[in-house]
């Protein structure tokens, strides 16, 4: 199983991706949007803490906050995620998916709520370049 982690870091404003396999990937499955987790699942020093803030399945479906569950459902939206009207008081049905990591979700996205001691992007830029 595997993961693609988008971290954004609302310090700086940058946004870093990592690729998450294996026992951390397994920690992930189950957790909802708007879950705080560990920055160890994202090979970070444990004093950083994430955010789950969203992310998108396989074939590129969003996940949203108020739908229940792992499953895609196709549903009436008027704005927000997974629907930019053009005009005022569009409505649209779209598929998109529930708030729960399930095995169809690609990636996941976060944002750092605790920062740690070493700054995130020395962390990240180490990884990038070995």
């Known amino acids: 199983m595997e993961f693609?982690?988008?971290?954004?870091?609302?310090?700086?404003?940058?946004?870093?991706q990592k690729t998450v396999t294996g026992a951390n990937a397994n920690r992930l499955l189950g957790k909802q949007i708007g879950d705080i987790i560990s920055g160890t699942i994202a090979d970070l020093p444990p004093d950083y803490e994430l955010q789950i803030t969203g992310g998108s399945d396989k074939d590129g479906f969003p996940m949203r906050k108020d739908i229940p569950g792992a499953s895609r459902k196709k549903i009436l939206l008027s704005g927000g995620v997974g629907f930019k009207p053009k005009e005022r008081g569009l409505r649209k049905?779209?598929?998109?998916?529930?708030?729960?990591?399930?095995?169809?979700?690609?990636?996941?996205?976060?944002?750092?709520?605790k920062h740690g001691k070493v700054l995130l992007e020395e962390i990240l830029k180490k990884d990038a370049s070995t």
Request: glycine content about 6%; cysteine-free; aromatic content about 2%.
């Open 4 to 16: 693609r982690v988008v971290i954004s870091d609302p310090k700086t404003g940058k946004a870093y």
């Open 93 to 113: 049905r779209k598929i998109v998916r529930g708030r729960v990591i399930s095995k169809d979700t690609l990636q996941i996205n976060v944002k750092v709520v």
